[in-house]
């Protein structure tokens, strides 16, 4: 079995040197516009090579073989862009996708992976294990075109046959080798890799963004056979199949992980709260927020209208028993109390997705609510403003609790600090319209015997300068927002492309801004004009070097 494993391991690197080499037409920089000379956007660049996610890899063998497996010991994927990026690839992680390979290849039912092998021969003959060898190269031919998502090419199905050649000549099972060379396949570098095929075999690269981008998974038969036939040479052809895809439920795995993502939602599955100040959090009210938060993006984009501004300005939700009695609703005594119902909000008190206990809950301390945190959200995520980090200098803090004193003038107290005060004037004018929830995002009126004040304002933006009072108010002027849209453009590009915008995507942004602005926000033409984007992408030898962050005093007004 050692010399297998060496073997599977030459295959492994033969295959690095297989897909690594030649780069495209080189990596773009910070600078320029993505014009062209006749005025149209140049094509938008991207790395001729990514690794999956682990999210991604955990999802691809659950397509190709039926396997779930586990990858919370898998090291974790780079998200400093807002988003999980398969960067680099270190030593822990090879083994890791060894130890998955091995666990979907010894679970994986053959006779659904490759139909000839439920009647494969199981014994040696004297001429050798011709038709074992038959149903192994079909497998490695058929069940390869997906897992490398690309016909097989001879010299890789001749390696993977001597493969399996060599198990059945030293005793083996024509059934285990036929796991062996799976194993090899499952941990290929043309599986874990997404590279840009040759112009011949272009169509191919595209059917592989798209699948990943709008269903998280691999491209099924038919979007391979689609690319195989020509379908996917021309814009229009895309852009229609993207819509398509975007209707399958498949597109359902794809957008839920884009907010998970975006809004930090997987911090609920970790996170805890001061047990003193919040008694009742625990747990399974933090599951509950969660699930609210996913079934009011699934409504708002699969069954609604798919506008940005539902999100933001929604009134209505999804509460079970636990999250009702938590934001003080009645869900009637006749409803399953661990089932996630709709109700009608308080138009008020509660409005789109700033207002729910998720967001509040992630965006707070352990004792106590935080204008920082819900300020800093606003305007990295929902403007695109990156903020500094704190000077060295400076401890990054909060001001402690005291029952004698609002948050809100305590932190005020924070903010004259002069050290601190050039950031948080960006932050916490913005986070103190959400006073009137605590940190698990319950509603209150009152903090420390003193009226709430909930007003708030917003300074160094391109259309949103101005007071509001409370996060109903506020959501409106959000969703009404050029500047809002545009970052949500950008948010959806950042995802696709694992990278940030430079200055050479400004064109092809301002282009699927105008499509967004021109469906009154409908996220899911976003969506179908980032798909077309990523499918168009031309692949470069590197990542474009990053650009200079976006900050409030110089905002892209393009």
Not at 45 to 70: E, F, K, N, S
Not at 362 to 375: K, V, W, Y
């Amino acid at each position: 079995m050692h010399k297998h494993l060496i073997a599977i391991l030459v295959l492994a690197v033969s295959g690095c040197q297989g897909i690594v080499g030649g780069s495209g037409n080189g990596g773009g920089s910070g600078g320029g516009t993505g014009s062209t000379s006749s005025g149209l956007c140049a094509p938008v660049t991207m790395p001729a090579l990514a690794r999956l996610t682990r999210t991604q890899y955990q999802a691809t063998l659950r397509d190709l073989v039926g396997v779930d497996i586990d990858v919370t010991t898998f090291p974790p994927d780079d998200d400093s862009l807002g988003f999980a990026v398969g960067a680099t690839t270190s030593a822990l992680l090879v083994k890791r996708y060894a130890a998955a390979a091995e666990t979907a290849a010894k679970q994986a039912d053959l006779g659904t992976v490759v139909g000839c092998a439920a009647s494969a021969p199981q014994k040696n003959t004297p001429q050798g294990n011709t038709i074992d060898e038959k149903c192994a190269r079909e497998m490695i031919v058929s069940f390869g075109r997906r897992a490398f998502r690309e016909p097989v090419k001879q010299d890789v199905a001749d390696r993977l046959i001597k493969l399996y050649r060599e198990a059945v000549a030293d005793g083996q099972s024509a059934e285990d080798a036929l796991r062996l060379v799976l194993r090899a396949m499952l941990q290929s570098p043309r599986l874990v890799y997404r590279r840009q095929r040759p112009e011949k075999q272009r169509a191919y690269s595209v059917a592989a963004r798209l699948s990943y981008f709008l269903w998280g998974a691999p491209p099924d038969e038919a979007l391979l056979s689609l690319a195989e036939k020509g379908g996917l040479d021309k814009g229009e052809q895309i852009a229609q199949q993207a819509r398509v895809m975007l209707a399958d439920k498949r597109a359902d795995r794809a957008i839920a992980d884009f907010f998970r993502q975006w809004l930090q939602l997987d911090r609920l599955d970790a996170i805890s709260k001061d047990e003193n100040t919040y008694p009742g959090f625990d747990s399974a009210l933090a599951a509950s927020m969660k699930r609210e938060t996913e079934a009011f993006v699934h409504e708002v984009l699969r069954s609604g209208d798919g506008k940005l501004r539902t999100l933001l300005t929604g009134g209505y939700t999804f509460v079970d028993a636990r999250l009702a009695a938590h934001y003080g609703i009645d869900i009637g005594a006749d409803k399953s109390p661990s089932v996630a119902h709709r109700v009608e909000l308080d138009a008020s008190r509660r409005a789109g997705l700033l207002t729910h206990a998720s967001f509040l809950a992630i965006n707070a301390n352990t004792d106590q609510s935080s204008p920082i945190r819900r300020g800093k959200f606003v305007r990295e995520r929902l403007l695109c403003q990156d903020l500094p980090a704190p000077p060295d200098n400076v401890a990054a803090t909060p001001p402690d609790p005291d029952p004698s004193l609002p948050t809100r003038q305590r932190f005020e107290e924070h903010r004259k600090d002069p050290s601190c005060k050039s950031c948080h004037q960006l932050m916490d004018p913005i986070g103190f319209g959400f006073e009137r929830y605590d940190g698990v995002g319950r509603y209150r009126d009152t903090e420390a015997g003193k009226p709430i004040d909930d007003s708030g304002s917003l300074v160094d933006t391109v259309d949103l300068d101005g007071d509001f009072r409370g996060v109903p108010d506020l959501a409106k002027k959000l969703a009404e927002s050029a500047q809002v849209q545009r970052c949500m453009v950008k948010q959806w590009f950042r995802y696709a492309f694992g990278r940030r915008e430079s200055g050479f995507d400004a064109c092809a942004i301002r282009e699927a801004q105008k499509r967004f602005a021109a469906a009154d926000g409908d996220l899911r033409e976003l969506i179908v004009a980032i798909a077309t984007l990523l499918a168009e992408a031309d692949a470069s030898g590197s990542d474009p070097a990053p650009s200079s962050p976006s900050s409030p005093s110089s905002n892209d007004k393009n």
